[in-house]
């Protein structure tokens, strides 16, 4: 796989998606900063398997693997002894495979992970699967389109997650992967104290998770001027967010084309905008 290699604000590196025509880690904030500051910290990680010494993560588009070996170092730094499980969600394995090809600094120690899970490869259903077992640390990473593996495995992960880290392309490149109904199944992947971490500041972001049944707060200020989100069952959503008004991304069969969504999304907001302007006239 031939990838073109970004340096970010840190100094650690990422990879240019060409379909996407965007990054795969914020370069303003730096790849390794984002993956403990924006994800690791608001998920209260350190927390949790401080006061549980246990953590189960649920990743959501798994990438290079850094929000998950941001996750192992952080756990295990904090508690030697603890349990983690992670399931994960990557549609392209040479992403992965071709992660170890890069340095990565401070996280070196953990190229181990991904040279583990490469190399023990399996089958559940119609995915591949990428798999470690150790005492301390199971791990599965499917491989396929993530709508398809919410549709089929939702069910199997029922409050499941101590943390969501929801990290695909932006919404306005990837608007699949960012509907109510992506959300409505994270949703039940989620424990009802656990927290689902995104990047996105985006208000149709967080009025479906919203409507998903989170409750929305702003999270962390990195590497852009607005602020990340973070979302929770258990979470009360913060006045400002709820008086914004905003049309959610729909994928009523989670299997609509991105064009497609974003188009029923612009006809819902013309007709919304018709419908002030009337309100207003009369």
């Known amino acids: 796989m031939t990838v073109k290699i970004v340096k970010t604000e840190d100094g650690s590196l990422t990879f240019f998606s060409e379909k996407f025509k965007e990054p795969y880690h914020s370069v303003t904030a730096g790849a390794f900063r984002e993956a403990v500051e924006k994800f690791c910290v608001p998920a209260k990680v350190s927390e949790k398997v401080r006061e549980r010494g246990r953590f189960n993560l649920f990743d959501f588009c798994f990438g290079l693997g850094y929000n998950t070996v941001a996750f192992l170092d952080t756990v295990f730094k904090e508690n ?48 591949p699967t990428l798999n470690c077992f150790t005492p301390q640390i199971s791990a599965k990473i499917f491989i396929g389109e993530a709508r398809k593996f919410l549709k089929h495995f939702y069910r199997q992960y029922l409050g499941f997650a101590d943390a969501i880290f929801h990290d695909p392309f932006s919404p306005k490149v990837n608007p699949e992967l960012w509907t109510y109904e992506v959300f409505l199944l994270e949703r039940e992947i989620c424990k009802e104290d ?89």
């Not at 996280?107 to 399996?122: S, V, Y």
């Not at 972001?205 to 702003?218: P, T």
């Not at 959503?237 to 188009?263: A, C, F, G, Q, V």
């Open 80 to 127: 030697p002894q603890a349990k983690v499980r992670i399931v994960g969600i990557e549609r392209d394995v040479k992403v992965i495979e071709s992660s170890l090809k890069i340095p990565w600094h401070r996280f070196e120690k953990w190229k181990w992970f991904l040279k583990e899970i490469l190399k023990n490869r399996r089958v559940e259903g119609d995915f």
């Open 194 to 282: 656990g927290i689902f971490v995104t990047y996105s500041t985006s208000s149709a972001v967080r009025k479906a998770l919203i409507m998903a049944g989170f409750g929305v707060k702003n999270g962390i200020v990195l590497g852009r001027k607005t602020p990340s989100t973070i979302a929770s069952p258990a979470f009360e959503t913060e006045k400002e967010i709820k008086k914004k008004k905003s049309i959610p991304y729909r994928d009523p069969t989670l299997s609509d084309p991105p064009e497609l969504i974003k188009s029923r999304k612009r006809g819902c907001e013309y007709l919304l905008k018709k419908q002030t302007l009337f309100e207003c006239i009369f």
